[in-house]
């Protein structure tokens, strides 16, 4: 596998990931700052996805490095043309200049950690009370966090945004008189600040985007 093979390989998981998240080429261009004609060029495969670039797309995305990353070769796969300590290199210096942010998955765990509900449940048709209180706090840890957005949450939890988004505001008026909401809310803002480690081994990935 070549460097070229390699760009095909993060450049086509990373549109796969967009389009599966539900995010639009314009939302991801105004939250990376890449310029949108840029950005457009970049997953059509006419530009190259520098390390910055793409660990700012991958921000945005809610997604890691390994989400897009070729597979290590086993004993009968390919002889990538490419050092391992020149692909540490690369990617410690991304992940310095990149420091991993808290992503919309980071999110939905901690509400279901609070919520005691799983994954399963929360993306659910049911309107119980329980989940959708959920549904509405993971809305809320997200405001803020220019990386994400409403619409990457509603992909995981199968809502529509503005749904979310009215549920977030009902939970809102209900705040100053409930207390047990109260302690709830400053649970999952507390482990939702602390930032994940980051994701996989640059020791276990081959290859480079430079």
Known sequence: MTKGTISDHVRLAVRRLRIERGILVREVAE??????????????????????????????????????????????????????EYVRKVLARARKRNPVLPSVQDAVDVVCRVYGVTLEELSSPSRVRRLAEARAVASMLIEGQPHLSKSQLGHVVQRDPSTLEHCANRLRKRLPEDRQ??????????????????????????????
Not at 38 to 44: F, H, M, N, R
Not at 186 to 210: T, Y
Request: aromatic share 6%.
């Open 31 to 84: 939250r990376t700052g890449i310029p949108l004609g840029s950005y457009s060029c970049l997953e059509a495969g006419n530009y190259k996805i520098n390390t910055d670039n793409l660990f700012r797309i991958l921000h945005v995305l809610g997604a890691s490095i390994d989400q897009v990353w070729p597979a290590a070769p086993g004993k009968n796969g390919p002889v990538l043309e490419v050092s391992d």
């Open 181 to 210: 909401l109260q302690a709830r809310i400053e649970e999952a803002r507390n482990l939702f600040s602390r930032k994940p480690p980051p994701n996989g081994n640059p020791q276990e990935h081959r290859g480079s985007m430079s």
